[in-house]
């Protein structure tokens, strides 16, 4: 019995060594002043260790200030575009438009990154607020926040794009004016009122200028309102290389609804069941007098040719 007992001794003094070396959990490490925890530690390092899988089930994860936002414009296709995106697994975003760096940007950072969603590590956080693109002081707030801010801009024809907004606007205001009186400041002399938002903002180039004081223009993405329509996943292609994700949202996640005339998702985010749009979007437009929509297109013409110079595409507006 003795013998036996000395027998198993000696085997599990190298084993149970081992098992204990590998099963229990490493002693806390006591940090010096100024070192920082061991937390982020792992989290600045790229080859920290990976997030459990609990951490998809749990709702854990960081609240990060987004890599990307969509900028604008209104009317151009923003949502669909958005609600295309977050089919992707590697992309969450933003429901409800933030509208920090333009209406809210005196509650600060802290309350902005309370606003986006958890992310694990390899997921881009993003968010979409229209607005930004046409406002003067969004350019430098966001390039205050980090200058490596990749920024998309979805496009449209302009005049189609302030017909868009004049219905919108008309589906909430049924009593104001017409179209055609509100696009000028004197219809005898067809001088353009330029500063009826509608129109303004398909001033493309002009806004753009802003932009590019703050942010190259090889970190902006220019998709078009127009092929989002026709080709969904070809634009889509695009704009997944550009966020550095693998192509995953392809030609099988959409089908084209000829009654609303755009396409649909097949499956939405968390959802089995195709998903289109809401009833706000794809609104009939009222009949505009051709001679006003005409001189809307020779005023923009200038304007949309040195935005394609600018921007290095042609988006055919002409």
């Known amino acids: ?24 959990p490493a002693p806390p490490r006591i940090l010096t002043p100024g070192e920082g925890s061991i937390v982020e530690e792992q989290r600045a390092s790229p080859d920290g260790p990976s997030p459990p899988i609990s ?48 209406r809210n940007y005196e509650r600060g950072l802290a309350w902005y990154r309370d606003l986006m969603p958890r992310t694990l590590e390899g997921q881009i956080t993003m968010e979409k607020t229209p607005s930004y ?36 606007t008309l589906s909430k205001k049924p009593d104001i004016p017409t179209f055609e009186s509100l696009t000028f400041k004197n219809r005898t002399t067809g001088l353009i009122d330029t500063s009826w938002s509608a129109i303004q903002i398909g001033i493309y180039a002009k806004h753009l200028e802003n932009w590019l004081l703050y942010f190259p223009i ?21 704009v997944q290389d550009f966020l550095g994700l693998k192509r995953i949202i392809t030609d099988k996640h959409f089908y084209f609804n000829k009654t609303k005339g755009f396409p649909c998702l097949k499956k939405a985010e968390g959802s089995s ?8 979007k794809g609104r009939t437009h009222p009949d505009i007098d051709q001679e006003v929509v005409q001189r809307l297109r020779d005023f923009y013409r200038p304007f949309n040719m040195k935005f394609y110079q600018m921007t290095g595409q042609d988006f055919g507006w002409d």
């Not at 019995?1 to 229990?24: P, Q, V």
């Not at 090889?218 to 695009?238: K, N, Y």
């Open 133 to 168: 693109f046409v406002t003067k002081e969004a350019p430098a707030r966001i390039s205050s926040m980090s200058k490596g801010t990749k920024l998309i801009v979805v496009v449209r024809d302009p005049v189609t794009r302030a017909i868009s907004d004049y219905t919108q």
């Open 218 to 238: 090889g970190q902006i993405l220019f998709v078009s309102g127009e092929r989002l329509i026709s080709d969904p996943a070809g634009e889509l292609g695009r």
């Open 1 to 24: 019995m003795f013998f036996l007992w000395l027998y198993m001794f000696y085997s599990c003094a190298g084993s149970c060594a081992g098992l204990t070396t590998r099963g229990s």
């Open 55 to 102: 951490s998809f089930f749990n709702g854990s994860g960081t609240k990060r200030l987004p890599q990307a936002i969509i900028i604008g414009v209104k009317k151009g296709g923003t949502r669909a575009l958005l609600e295309f995106l977050r089919v992707h697994p590697d992309v969450r975003a933003v429901g409800a438009e933030p509208h920090f760096f333009d």
């Open 273 to 280: 069941k195709p998903h289109c749009l809401g009833k706000t």
